[in-house]
Nanobody, 124 residues
Framework: VQLQASGGGLVQAGDSLRLSCAAS????????MSWFRQAPGKEREFVAR??????????ADYADSVKGRFTISRGSRNTVYLQLNSLKPEDTAVYYC????????????????WGKGTLVTVSS
């Protein structure tokens, strides 16, 4: 099993980025797929998740700090995206994708699989 995050980079405040997470090794369509981030000197925190609601239905929810600016979505069965708009310097962090089956997908202790992160740097 492998989760590979990509799409990070250096941008200015107000810019946008799209992060991608490609998962392989099993079918992740029923997994909760989440994004976390870890800013320099801080603990890793939940950002967003997309949860399977049956058949082709997925639900999304977000940390308050990114609500209205970030959007999580699913592409193909094993691909998840995070659209980052109106970026702020405080969004600077390493962003991790994660997969969870059966838990909330919001807690690190729920996560079954982690990907390596991708760095997002937002300059002011």
């Amino acid at each position: 099993v492998q989760l590979q995050a990509s799409g990070g980079g250096l941008v200015q405040a107000g810019d946008s980025l799209r992060l991608s997470c490609a998962a392989s090794g099993r079918d992740f369509s029923t997994y909760t797929m989440s994004w976390f981030r870890q800013a320099p000197g801080k603990e890793r925190e939940f950002v967003a998740r997309t949860t399977w609601g049956g058949r082709d239905l997925y639900y999304a929810d977000y940390a308050d700090s990114v609500k209205g600016r970030f959007t999580i979505s699913r592409g193909s069965r094993n691909t998840v995206y995070l659209q980052l708009n109106s970026l702020k310097p405080e969004d600077t962090a390493v962003y991790y994708c994660a997969a969870d089956l059966g838990g909330s997908g919001r807690l690190e202790t729920d996560i079954d699989y982690w990907g390596k992160g991708t760095l997002v740097t937002v300059s002011s």
